[in-house]
């Protein structure tokens, strides 16, 4: 009898869709299975968000520079792809927020804007004696009790007071999702505070108690460790790597798809935009949610989701001579408050962050542009967006002269808010895809979140998903 194969696409080309198609590839292999694998992706290239500029010494990202180490997907996948040994650890130094023109130390002990040590937060002139009374406040508040979804703003704002979230809390929540901490869901971005007060009543007293503690004297003493990671040659390394493993893989790039289509007998149709289609008999897609809306409205689903709201940012990176730049306070980079008169809302110094990104003579800034409700600069021209952002670096650092060169990188209507009622949003959008195409798994930074380890482990459920589909047809 003739080997019953079938046909698995992934659409989306991005570490989701790379990831699926890798795990899904080693299962077959390691067990035997007659599976087809392909790798839709629209552009002509692969890696999504994730793109390294090699240029003249510097590693440059024009998208995400990182990820968190304690998520372990992405060490996992590095060990698995031959690369590990490329890994690299943030170097740790101050960070700063700006409010009112001055560069305020984040204080020590903080984590994600939680005080967790007293004498830092006590004398850092980042809030007023009111401010930090107010804040005080959360040590006796009891439990808020709510036990549905609510904005992180209110959360925060309760346990807090409004001068500690607007200073501290939202520059930081808001940086990682590009959003409005008032309109995003406390449960979707950052349920384990949730869970803190929930458990221990008081955030602060909860998060000292949960930090990770140095287990022996001799790590107490250790020069901290960074907490982020990314690879010698840049993030792009895992993109290579992984394309490079896919050898049982068909990738089609520069292939769109516009429509699907269930057959009669419970396969699906993929239909090109050249008019070409693939038949499979199941599919994961990782594309964006918008994406997806329109690639099943002719079906009435997805639809509710394509009202979730996608921030638009622009990042601007700036090369510089040593000599050109004095920097008068030592740190890694800076948050604004969102009060603050700027038009960045942060900047990283690359090269003090991550010390094999430029040259040794060399300065290596990145500046973040575009607020949730205030994007219109990310539409600018390229050189106009430069001007704005060496204006407002010109108030913080004293830079002389032109840059070097500048790479403006652009994503527009690129990054999903995850809003309040996200979770139930997501559940209505997979029963929904459920019941009229059993065949197709949903996975990537619209839905369970947005970093690359958070990617990384989605595809692995999708792949799970469809493996089990296809289990009682597989021969």
């Not at 968000?49 to 024009?62: A, C, L, M, N, W």
């Not at 406390?186 to 007293?205: D, N, W």
């Not at 009435?300 to 921030?311: A, K, T, W």
């Amino acid at each position: 009898m003739a080997e019953n194969r079938k046909k698995v696409a992934i659409i989306g080309g991005g570490i989701t869709g790379l990831s699926a198609a890798y795990y899904l590839q080693k299962q077959c292999r390691e067990q035997n299975l007659p599976i087809d694998i392909y790798l839709i992706e629209a552009s002509s290239r692969l890696g999504g968000k994730i793109q390294t500029v090699r240029k003249d010494g510097f590693t440059i990202e024009r998208g995400p520079d990182s990820f968190l180490e304690r998520k372990k997907s992405m060490g996992i996948l590095a060990q698995e792809l031959g690369i590990a040994d490329q890994l690299v650890h943030n170097a740790t130094g101050q960070s700063f927020v700006l409010v009112n023109d001055q560069l305020h130390p984040i204080p020590g002990g903080s984590i994600m804007g939680i005080p967790t040590e007293w004498k830092p937060f006590v004398t850092t002139g980042l809030f007023s004696w009111s401010g930090k009374l107010r804040a005080a406040g959360d040590l006796v508040m009891s439990r808020s009790g709510i036990e549905e979804d609510q904005p992180l703003g209110t959360f925060f704002r309760r346990r807090f007071g409004s001068e500690v979230v607007e200073n501290l809390v939202e520059p930081l929540l808001a940086g990682i999702y590009s959003g409005d901490i008032d309109k995003l869901s406390l449960h979707a971005t950052f349920p384990q505070f949730y869970e803190v007060e929930k458990k221990h009543r008081s955030l602060m007293l909860g998060m000292k108690k949960t930090r990770p503690a140095s287990s022996t004297p001799q790590a107490a003493n250790r020069k901290p460790q960074g907490i982020f990671q990314t690879f010698s040659g840049g993030l792009q390394s895992i993109v290579e790597a992984l394309e490079d493993a896919l050898t049982d893989v068909t990738i089609l790039k520069g292939s769109k798809i516009q429509g699907v289509h269930k057959l009669s007998d419970d396969q699906l149709k993929l239909v090109f935009t050249t008019g070409d289609n693939l038949i499979v008999d199941s599919a994961i897609f990782t594309l964006l949610h918008h994406q997806l809306a329109e690639i099943f409205e002719d079906h009435g689903i997805l639809q509710h989701y394509d009202e979730v709201p996608l921030s638009s940012v622009a990042t601007v990176a700036m090369a510089f001579s040593k000599s050109q730049v004095v920097q008068e306070k030592e740190g890694t980079g800076f948050l604004v408050s969102r009060k603050s008169d700027y038009a960045i809302s942060a900047c990283t110094w690359v090269n003090k962050k991550w010390p094999t990104s430029a040259p040794e003579d060399k300065v290596l800034l990145r500046s973040f542009v575009g607020k949730s409700g205030d994007e219109s600069i990310v539409e600018l021209p390229d050189h106009e967006i430069e001007q704005i952002v060496l204006q407002d670096l010109r108030k913080v650092i004293s830079i002389t002269g032109e840059p070097e060169f500048t790479i403006v990188t652009r994503y527009q209507k690129a990054m999903p808010q995850y809003l309040v009622g996200h979770k139930e949003r997501l559940l209505k959008a997979k029963t929904e895809l459920a019941a009229h195409f059993p065949m197709i798994q949903l996975a990537g930074a619209s839905f369970e979140g947005s970093g690359l380890p958070d990617c990384i482990d989605q595809a692995i459920r999708a792949k799970d998903h469809v493996l089990d589909y296809l289990k009682p047809h597989l021969t």
